[in-house]
């Protein structure tokens, strides 16, 4: 089922749409932006989406699985997203459906994937450490995500007589944090920029047959025809870029002060202000 938040603002102590309070040209109209329940990802949308309220628009997040994310915007059905983890992450779904949508680039670079142990776990250090007396599974995120397809074939690659575990990004990290504070040992699927790197002291392991990208990106994707009916927002969410750290801050305000990922956008975007109006230049 998916959920939706329509971002809009207060007038007299009522909500009422964004017609009535923005200023910018695409006052009024409504953008719809697609995420996966990443840390990550909710973090990125919030933050952007209120960066597109303030131009003017009513902003739809709505939190979909991958495929529909991508299968949605390659249709029309929704505007866009921020969250497109490449080259290898999201590689299946990009080779489907990336010609029919729009690329606008990389909104965040150094995105690194693999695997990740908490460093108390001294004598494993690479992939190759991992035999059964250390660990019999590896806790990892939904099923269709690409670090989740890349540690299958590293299973195999290896050799690993291991078993991989789906669950969820809260799932894991609540798995992460139960055996960190018993200095438990466990796997999991990692990316960065993530939160628990910042929480817990970890380390990925390494990869010496290069399964796992060295480096990615995270790309932002928008429908085609965005351009020509809401140029204003497609500028906006072309010149959205941004640092690992500037969504750690974000991700850890969520995640470690329990606030709610509005209010921490909301913060990040005060706090950065010089940032967020290079995002929104040449809009007003």
């Given at each position: 089922?998916?959920?939706?938040?329509?971002?809009?603002?207060?007038?007299?102590?009522?909500?009422?749409?964004?017609?009535?309070?923005?200023?910018?040209?695409?006052?009024g109209e409504e953008?719809?932006?697609?995420?996966?329940?990443?840390?990550s990802e909710i973090?990125?949308?919030?933050?952007?989406?209120?960066?597109?309220?303030?131009?003017?628009?009513?902003?739809?997040?709505?939190?979909?699985?991958?495929?529909?994310?991508?299968?949605?915007?390659?249709?029309?059905?929704?505007?866009?997203?921020?969250?497109?983890?490449?080259?290898?992450?999201?590689?299946?779904?990009?080779?489907?459906?990336?010609?029919?949508?729009?690329?606008?680039?990389?909104?965040?670079?150094?995105?690194?994937?693999?695997?990740?142990?908490?460093?108390?776990?001294?004598?494993?250090?690479?992939?190759?450490?991992?035999?059964?007396?250390?660990?019999?599974?590896?806790?990892?995120?939904?099923?269709?995500?690409?670090?989740?397809?890349?540690?299958?074939?590293?299973?195999?690659?290896?050799?690993?007589?291991?078993?991989?575990?789906?669950?969820?990004?809260?799932?894991?990290?609540?798995?992460?944090?139960?055996?960190?504070?018993?200095?438990?040992?466990?796997?999991?699927?990692?990316?960065?920029?993530?939160?628990?790197?910042?929480?817990?002291?970890?380390?990925?392991?390494?990869?010496?047959?290069?399964?796992?990208?060295a480096e990615g990106?995270?790309?932002?994707?928008?429908?085609?025809?965005?351009?020509?009916?809401?140029?204003?927002?497609?500028?906006?969410?072309?010149?959205?870029?941004?640092?690992?750290?500037?969504?750690?801050?974000?991700?850890?305000?969520?995640?470690?002060?329990?606030?709610?990922?509005?209010?921490?956008?909301?913060?990040?975007?005060?706090?950065?202000?010089?940032?967020?109006?290079?995002?929104?230049?040449?809009?007003?």
């Amino acid at each position: 089922m998916k959920q939706k938040w329509i971002y809009g603002c207060l007038i007299g102590g009522s909500l009422v749409a964004l017609t009535a309070c923005g200023n910018g040209q695409g006052a009024g109209e409504e953008i719809e932006l697609v995420y996966v329940a990443w840390d990550s990802e909710i973090a990125s949308t919030n933050v952007i989406s209120q960066v597109l309220e303030e131009a003017g628009y009513d902003v739809v997040m709505t939190q979909v699985e991958q495929g529909p994310m991508w299968s949605s915007v390659a249709t029309g059905d929704a505007d866009g997203f921020v969250a497109a983890w490449l080259p290898n992450d999201m590689a299946a779904h990009y080779e489907e459906y990336a010609d029919q949508m729009v690329e606008l680039g990389p909104n965040l670079e150094g995105a690194i994937t693999g695997l990740a142990v908490p460093t108390y776990m001294e004598n494993v250090n690479s992939i190759e450490d991992l035999t059964p007396d250390v660990i019999d599974a590896i806790t990892g995120i939904d099923g269709g995500a690409g670090v989740m397809t890349a540690t299958e074939q590293v299973i195999t690659e290896y050799d690993l007589d291991i078993e991989l575990t789906a669950s969820s990004d809260a799932i894991m990290t609540a798995s992460l944090g139960e055996h960190y504070q018993n200095e438990d040992p466990i796997v999991i699927t990692a990316w960065q920029p993530h939160w628990m790197f910042n929480t817990y002291e970890l380390k990925f392991l390494d990869d010496p047959k290069g399964l796992y990208e060295a480096e990615g990106e995270i790309r932002t994707m928008v429908r085609e025809g965005l351009e020509e009916e809401m140029p204003e927002a497609y500028k906006i969410l072309d010149q959205f870029y941004w640092e690992p750290d500037d969504m750690n801050e974000v991700m850890l305000e969520i995640s470690q002060e329990e606030v709610e990922p509005e209010q921490a956008a909301t913060n990040w975007i005060e706090q950065n202000r010089d940032k967020v109006d290079e995002w929104l230049e040449g809009t007003k």
